[in-house]
């Protein structure tokens, strides 16, 4: 059992629409992370959110942390080819650098 | 900044023989984590350094291990290698107190072994 679910696994949209991808649990979190990786490269952070019902703005993407802060999200407004990506949320696990992560939804956006 | 590095990017073994990857770690930083990314499994914790001690470790066998060097660059080391250990290996660095879940990923090393 995976301890993030992210829905969808894979997206594939045209240039200019909307679009949210999930992170659920049913575990309580203190904080948590969303990363944004190309073909080939490691993942880049994109946010940590860490107050239950907190919502991040960076540029077009909006990310919002659950109020139990169970689940997040990530809303795309408008989105463009550069986009195109692996998203992945995460979260530590113990008071080290291990990072639990989802297993990342694929999005595909067509110009 | 300079981010983190990696090398070598490409590797390509044959089963049985082992392999040692690099890290340098974004300066300042004193964590260093290790990550195995399969399209099957996605992104698994392998082991984290922090001021030359394993501070964590995933559920992986034995041959894999790894090692940090007094400038915080690390290492780890894949013996007998098995087809199944093809994948990305990436490596993270982070400045390792809270909160610090916060990492920074290398490119990443790709590591076909056939």
């Known amino acids: 059992t995976q301890l993030l679910e992210q829905s969808p696994q894979f997206l594939s949209i045209q240039e200019g629409e909307n679009l949210t991808v999930y992170c659920n649990s049913s575990s309580v979190f203190s904080s948590l992370q969303w990363y944004r990786q190309e073909p080939g490269e490691g993942p880049v952070l994109l946010v940590t959110?860490?107050?239950?019902?907190e919502v991040k703005k960076l540029k077009r993407l909006t990310f919002q942390f659950g109020d139990a802060r169970k689940d997040s999200s990530l809303h795309i407004t408008a989105a463009q080819p550069g986009d195109t990506g692996l998203y992945l949320c995460?979260?530590?696990?113990?008071?080290?650098?291990?990072?639990?992560f989802g297993q990342g939804t694929t999005l595909q956006v067509k110009p | 900044k300079a981010g983190v590095t990696q090398t070598p990017r490409y590797l390509i073994k044959t089963r049985g023989q082992q392999v040692t990857l690099s890290c340098s770690p974004i300066s300042g930083h004193r964590s260093v984590s290790w990550y195995q990314q399969t399209p099957g499994q996605g992104l698994q914790f392998l082991f984290e350094?922090?001021?030359?001690?394993?501070?964590n470790k995933g559920n992986f066998p034995g041959r894999f291990s790894g090692r940090q060097f007094s400038n915080s660059r690390s290492e780890m080391n894949v013996s007998t290698l098995e087809l199944g250990d093809s994948a990305l290996y990436l490596c993270?660095?982070?400045?390792?107190?809270?909160?610090?879940?916060?990492?920074?990923f290398g490119p990443g090393t790709r590591l076909t072994v056939t």
């Open positions: 959110v860490v107050t239950g019902g």
């Open positions: 995460a979260v530590g696990s113990g008071n080290t650098g291990k990072l639990i």
């Open positions: 350094y922090f001021s030359e001690t394993q501070r």
């Open positions: 993270a660095s982070s400045r390792g107190r809270r909160p610090t879940y916060e990492q920074y």
